[in-house]
């Protein structure tokens, strides 16, 4: 009877309906579909498998696929849930759902304590800020001796890491980003809201069984 | 400034590029370094957008810059903040705030070429002042 779910199924691996990830997220149901269809243009990109790869994930990031970026592989890696090398569309929407203008400050501290802790230890070393605050330098092409990026580093973790034992732990960021709350401008994307007028898909879509059409 | 304010400034992490349906990679977000003073910064950020035909409102070191499109038939807004990464180095910070990728992009190239005179371009022989090195970019 192939109803126009298990089609999508069959075609994108870890599909999930739009009534389900509406319901378990601040989208509607229109914009779950609009992701869709954003989801779709990216994931179809390069390897037509239904999944957002590494590369698929550049190339819509940078426009350049072969682009390599520390900090697009975090985002990347908290994308991939489940730790399979891809990014289906409920991994795709339930990430993006962090990133919503109505989503809790708590989840996008969550979100950003995880994205800079680079190696998953649970807390964000003064190894980890370094190496991210020289990628970013590289990135502007601005080269800075050795003190200058200590003294910046000793200036952040002054404030940053309250009981002083050389890494931030989930207390110390919240505490930090309440008190610099333009940290956490990178967590909210504001397109989220528009996403229907710019990937419009067709309402039919969720409703017209696939044998009439 | 801290190194996660100047972390947040990464391409990586400006998200809002994956809901850009151009095929060509047109920066939203624009940097450059100045050596000269803040006051100067602002200063000449100020007249260069004016004399571009641009509304000007700056409160501590942001810009808002704000005019019509190209075409004229839209909004058109940039935003620019001016942050100290050490004594005597200015990272200025260039990002869209509303309007056309293609009309920001155009903007930000003539933008730059008027401000020729604030914007420091690493050479040979600056590169070897105490603040610059050149250090290898491993990551």
Known sequence: MGCFHSTQRRQFPGYEDPVTLASQTAFSVSEV????????????????????????????????????????????????????????????????????????????????????????????????????????????????????????????????????????????????????????????????????????????????????? | MNAFEMITLSQGLNLSSLFDRQQDFIKRQTRFVSRKSAKVIISSIEAVAGSMGLKVHTRNFKTRLEGLSANKAGQFAAVIEVYEVAPSLFLVDVRKAAGDTLDYHKFYRSFCKKLEHIIWKPTESNAKHGLLRTKSCDS
Request: aromatic share 12%; net charge negative.
């Open chain 1, 33 to 213: 579909e609009a992701l869709f269809e954003l989801y779709k243009s990216i994931s179809g990109s390069l390897v037509d498998d239904g999944l957002i790869n590494k590369e698929e994930f550049q190339l819509a990031l940078f426009k350049n696929r072969k682009k390599e970026n520390l900090f697009a592989n975090r985002i990347f890696d908290l994308f991939d849930v489940k730790h399979k090398g891809s990014i289906d569309f409920g991994d795709f929407v339930r990430s993006l759902n962090v990133f919503h203008p109505n989503a809790s400050q708590e989840d996008k501290i969550d979100f950003s304590f995880k994205l800079y802790d680079l190696h998953g230890t649970g807390f964000i070393g003064r190894q980890d800020v370094k190496q991210m605050l020289i990628a970013l330098l590289c990135e502007s092409d601005m080269k800075l001796a050795d003190d200058t990026i200590e003294i910046i580093l000793d200036k952040t973790f002054l404030e940053a890491d309250v009981n002083q034992d050389g890494k931030i732990d989930r207390d110390e960021w919240q505490n930090f980003v309440s008190k610099n709350p333009s940290l956490l401008k990178i967590m909210t994307l504001p397109y989220l809201r528009d996403i229907t007028t710019t990937f419009p898909s067709f309402v039919f879509n969720s409703e017209v069984d696939e044998i009439a059409t």
